[in-house]
T-cell receptor
Framework: DAGVTQSPTHLIKTRGQQVTLRCSPK?????VSWYQQALGQGPQFIFQ???????QRGNFPDRFSGHQFPNYSSELNVNALLLGDSALYLC?????????????FGEGSRLTVL | AQSVAQPEDQVNVAEGNPLTVKCTYS??????LFWYVQYPNRGLQFLLK??????LVKGSYGFEAEFNKSQTSFHLKKPSALVSDSALYFC??????????????FGTGTLLAVQP
């Protein structure tokens, strides 16, 4: 049973560039959430996708956008990168019908912006 | 507003001794509480959750947590610490606001260091 997989694991970008991060949810899961974890902080909710639509967005600017595909996989796009976007980006999957279920996290994509 | 607080940035304990990692919460309505662990350069791994029922919740790797409604706390415990338990621990509460399901609000984390 494959867990949540994310790619790439590490990447380095410069200010102003754009980045795309990818996530495949755990088998059987239909909902994907993205979190940003800055150094020394807890994960912060970016947004959640279900049925290819954004269900809720956290306190992040429009530079952060996402997409969910029919196979439930998801992408996180960040435009006009800032130094402060350097963080570990975590993808988490869950089942919408499991209202009290836990999130399953991937290993994360570590983004460094120079 | 839904929130959790982890008052200790770091907890140090000797191997074989009991450990406690503290968490307090603030929610409107019934709390759904979680503990996750993060090893260096890794994602988060689920340890345990409290939804309802028994105030003592047992989880993975010998960890347990005690839910205390009057003190609004959900402390993580283990009777005998192992060096391999050294990691970053996050308490989280489910946020029921908005359209997302299973959206979690995390604390700032507590680094557990177990000395041999």
């Amino acid at each position: 049973d494959a867990g949540v997989t994310q790619s790439p694991t590490h990447l380095i970008k410069t200010r102003g560039q754009q980045v795309t991060l990818r996530c495949s949810p755990k088998s059987g899961h239909d909902t994907v959430s993205w979190y940003q974890q800055a150094l020394g902080q807890g994960p912060q909710f970016i947004f959640q996708y279900y049925e290819e639509e954004e269900r809720q967005r956290g306190n992040f600017p429009d530079r952060f956008s996402g997409h969910q595909f029919p196979n439930y996989s998801s992408e996180l796009n960040v435009n006009a990168l800032l130094l402060g976007d350097s963080a570990l980006y975590l993808c988490a999957s869950s089942l919408v019908g499991a209202a009290t279920g836990e999130l399953f996290f991937g290993e994360g994509s570590r983004l460094t912006v120079l | 507003a839904q929130s959790v607080a982890q008052p200790e940035d770091q907890v140090n304990v000797a191997e074989g001794n009991p450990l406690t990692v503290k968490c307090t919460y603030s929610v409107s309505g019934n709390p759904y509480l979680f503990w996750y662990v993060q090893y260096p350069n890794r994602g988060l791994q689920f340890l345990l959750k409290y939804i309802t029922g028994d105030n003592l919740v047992k989880g993975s790797y010998g960890f347990e947590a005690e839910f205390n409604k009057s003190q609004t706390s959900f402390h993580l415990k283990k009777p005998s610490a192992l060096v391999s338990d050294s990691a970053l621990y996050f308490c989280a509460v489910r946020d029921v606001r908005g359209g997302a399901t299973n959206k979690l609000i995390f604390g700032t984390g507590t680094l557990l260091a177990v000395q041999p």
